[in-house]
């Protein structure tokens, strides 16, 4: 789960992490309000902040004015602050993380403007390589990580933490001299990055990321961040759950968690409906094998009810991209003859009219046959998955032909 800009910052500063004063507004009237209130507290530059779940904010465009300003801007008067907030809220930014068709700003987020004298990139992760709590660090602050890795992969630095030992003055000390810092600012490092690490740990983090962290006179601060959170600790962490913002989530997607669903929505146009992540990877490779492109990842789940499977499927048949659809289940504890009837169900529900391809194996294989063969649906069976991909890609290879 992801939450704002704002969210993050103030779960961070309750654990200690140093940021710039800010206040979020969900209107223009708020927003001119938060202005007056920082300019009461001392503040003379303001920083209004698009608020949306994207990455690039302020090399953004608006769809409204594309040659004109991003999602974040200086402003040095509560009027400015106001005919910025009138700009962005309501309006679709688009972003290079958000794809062409951007996303609503609905929040934003009014910061006190402070004095930079350098940026830096912090995040703490868990490296699946090493199976521990990593921290990554470069000089190379307000850029994407990734070109940095790409381009200059030296500048970036990782320190692991052994999990039994835990974090220690030892590694704040290895990433504050691999940035650079002395002195007092070593000190404001070292109180900076246990933070971090105590906020990862104790809200279930699966990312915190800091770009940039800055350095204001001798003190590291967080100017942006990023926090992402594991779903499945969610229960045990209501707090971080009520900062959800369901108007940021794709609608299938958030329907698909809704019904116990694991559903993310992908570029192609073969929907794709399996039984177990493993085989879900497996089936989606083999379609790109097949020189098709899977137009989802979607896993039923082991324990799936025909409503379940039923609401799986209208959820590909909702996507206008999907083309063909291959339905891949192995049968243990998932039968077949389940699948089988929310299908067909589904199908007829929505009246199908796109190729679809089912394989069958497991448990009451033969009842699940019969029940799509005797659905009076135009099913294309398959024998095995190398069987189903072939067939799903040339269906509708030909479908799209027609």
Not at 116 to 128: G, H, N, P, Q, T
């Amino acid at each position: 789960m992801n939450i704002h800009e704002y969210q993050a910052k103030e779960l961070l500063a309750k654990y200690g992490v140093a940021v710039p004063k800010g206040i979020p507004a969900m209107s223009v009237d708020e927003a001119v309000k938060a202005a007056k209130d920082l300019q009461a507290g001392g503040t003379s530059l303001f920083v209004v902040k698009a608020q949306i779940h994207a990455g690039g904010r302020g090399a953004g465009h608006f769809t409204d004015n594309p040659s004109g300003k991003g999602g974040v801007r200086l402003c040095k008067t509560p009027d400015e602050v106001r005919a910025a907030a009138e700009a962005m809220l309501g309006k679709v930014l688009v972003t290079k993380q958000t794809g062409p068709e951007g996303k609503e700003v609905q929040r934003l987020y009014v910061t006190d403007g402070v004095d930079i004298e350098k940026e830096y990139y912090a995040s703490v992760l868990l490296d699946r390589a090493t199976s521990r709590v990593t921290f990554m660090v470069s000089t190379e602050g307000g850029m994407d990580i990734e070109e940095v890795a790409e381009k200059t992969p030296e500048k970036i630095i990782k320190v692991s933490v052994d999990p039994a030992a835990g974090f220690s003055g030892f590694h704040a000390r290895r990433l504050a001299f691999a940035l650079g810092l002395s002195g007092a600012q070593v000190k404001s490092a070292t109180k900076f990055f246990g933070a971090l690490y105590k906020a990862f740990l104790q809200l279930d983090a699966s990312i915190v990321e800091i770009n940039p962290m800055i350095l204001v006179g001798d003190e590291v601060m967080a100017l942006d961040a990023k926090m992402n959170f594991d779903s499945n600790a969610l229960y045990r962490q209501p707090d971080v759950f009520a900062m959800r913002d369901e108007s940021e989530e794709d609608e299938n997607e958030k329907l698909a968690a809704d019904n116990e669903l694991s559903y993310v929505s992908l570029d192609g146009n073969i929907g794709c409906m399996v039984n177990g992540a493993g085989l879900a990877m497996a089936t989606m490779d083999i379609i790109k094998l097949e020189g098709g492109e899977p137009a989802n990842f979607l896993d039923v789940g082991g324990g799936a009810t025909k409503e379940r499977v039923t609401t799986a499927f209208k959820i590909i048949l909702s996507d206008p991209n999907v083309k063909g659809i291959l339905v891949n289940i192995f049968g243990g504890i998932m039968k077949c003859d389940v699948i089988a009837e929310g299908v067909v169900a589904a199908a007829k529900e929505v009246k199908l009219s796109v190729p679809l391809v089912v394989r069958l194996e497991g448990t009451n294989v033969d009842k699940g046959k019969e029940i799509m063969a005797s659905s009076g649906l135009p099913i294309i069976s398959a024998d095995d998955l190398g069987d189903a991909a072939k067939k799903v890609v040339q269906a509708t290879k030909q479908a799209q032909a027609a």
